[in-house]
């Protein structure tokens, strides 16, 4: 006897996290609808989906009402622009997909009964003044600022999410995802990982931003979708960060990719862009307790892996 399998919706379903969320949810016996208007996704991250009975994918803008007929058990609500070029460029469609494409995404899984989750962001605690940053903590954020089209978009989410779990009584999640890195990622997008890499493997100079002494935390896409997993399976409704607490500056992550591709690129200092938080390191002490998770992949072995999908992407031998 067959057992049916349960349906999970992704929205953002063709970008860099969804698209590994998707494959992961497939590989644990869901049928995946994903949904994607492909503003910042690409079609190359879902080909290989093609022809999969399990998988179904819709174009379409989730700002506009999702209209999806049959059972859903899961909703991850991943579409945003999530690079801080792209949010600049496209800061309108980032407050709506942030507050409209929430409501809708919450009131399909409310018609359908189905749990929710969404993607938030170490966004949320600004510039930090506290660190590393736990989920207790508040934030700094500039509302007006540059980039509060995409923290307050996510904030507002946050606390949409938390008004649909107290007054409808719904299942919801929230992960606080901190920078993710990983084949996928669009080389484009300006995010300092796939600018770096690209740079080395160009031989072009790496563009640092300021002194480059901000730091960042980064975590292997594999590591950062298992915690997601591991939460959409929980019983947990506040936030949850998840994220690699293993923290660099900016100078250091320059240095290891010249290490690591090998690359003669000089640096290029550029102005720092406004509001660029100067720290940045989850406190994972929540998500070890409740997922029993953690990193596992290490920093050389991740960046590794997604040098060499630059290599193919690009096709600049090794
Ligand atoms: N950054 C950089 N050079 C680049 C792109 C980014 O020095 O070409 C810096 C940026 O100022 C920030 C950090 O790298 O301090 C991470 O930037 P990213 O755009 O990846 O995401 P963020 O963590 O700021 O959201």
Not at 136 to 148: A, D, E, K, L
Not at 241 to 259: C, S
């Amino acid at each position: 006897m067959s057992h049916k399998k349960k349906t999970a919706v992704v929205t953002g379903a063709a970008g860099f996290l969804g698209s590994h969320l998707t494959d992961r949810l497939l590989k644990e016996g869901y049928k995946v609808i994903g949904i994607d208007n492909l503003l910042t996704g690409s079609v190359h991250n879902i080909e290989h989906l093609a022809g999969n009975a399990d998988y179904k994918f819709i174009h379409h803008d989730v700002t506009e009402f999702i209209y999806l007929p049959g059972e859903v058990s899961l909703v991850f609500h991943f579409a945003s622009p999530a690079s801080p070029i792209d949010y600049l460029k496209l800061p309108i469609q980032t407050l709506k997909v942030g507050s409209l494409g929430t409501h809708n995404a919450l009131g399909l899984a409310k018609a359908k009964g189905a749990t929710f989750l969404l993607a938030s962001t170490s966004e949320t605690y600004g510039d930090p003044l506290e660190h590393p940053q736990k989920e207790t903590y508040w934030g700094n954020v500039n509302p007006i600022g540059v980039r509060g089209v995409y923290d307050e978009a996510k904030r507002f989410a946050e606390a949409l999410v938390m008004a649909y779990h107290r007054y409808h009584g719904m299942d919801t999640k929230i992960v606080r995802i901190f920078n993710t890195y990983g084949p996928r990622m669009r080389l484009e997008d300006g995010r300092v990982v796939p600018a770096f890499i690209g740079q080395a493997l160009h031989g072009e100079p790496l563009t640092v931003f300021g002194q480059g002494q901000q730091t960042r935390s980064f975590c292997f896409v594999s590591d950062l979708i298992d915690g997601i997993y591991r939460l959409s399976q929980s019983d947990y409704h506040e936030p949850v960060n998840i994220g690699n607490p293993a923290e660099m500056t900016i100078m250091q992550f320059a240095e290891a990719i010249l290490r690591i591709t090998g690359s003669e690129s000089k640096i290029d200092y550029r102005p720092l862009p406004a509001d660029d938080p100067k720290v940045r390191q989850p406190d994972i002490t929540l998500a070890r307790k409740l997922l029993g998770w953690e990193p596992q992949v290490p920093f050389e072995e991740g960046i590794s892996r997604t040098i060499e999908y630059f290599r193919d992407f690009l096709r600049i031998p090794a």
